[in-house]
């Protein structure tokens, strides 16, 4: 990892340690269909993180799919989040459960420094 990148690395997780939020994501996986309650149950991981809240607005040209109510949060992980019918990641920040639209790197000489989650409720 270069000095730079990992400089990049260093000043974000000293910033969203010392002024981010409580994140929870949960992957939710080995899902199961119960017919008696009409859903299907799974196994949950819970991985408490910090994060920031970013700014973003609706028609945003980095991020076109931004609705009202969305939320966009900064945050510095090495897990890997995958939505598909299998593998289901979700949020909880401040309380309010929240779908994982986009995981968006943002990168400096091909190392991730930070993701932005694209959370919706």
Known sequence: MSDFALGLKTVAHNLIAKY???????????????PSTGGNTCTEDSYPIKGSPSQSKINDDAYPSVEVGDVMITIETDLVVINDADNKWTANYKGIDYNIVGMYP????D???????????
């Open 106 to 109: 943002v990168d400096a000489q």
């Open 111 to 121: 190392i991730t420094v930070i993701y932005t989650l694209h959370l919706r409720a």
């Open 20 to 34: 981010g939020n409580s994140v929870t994501l949960v992957h939710s996986y080995d899902c199961t269909y119960d």
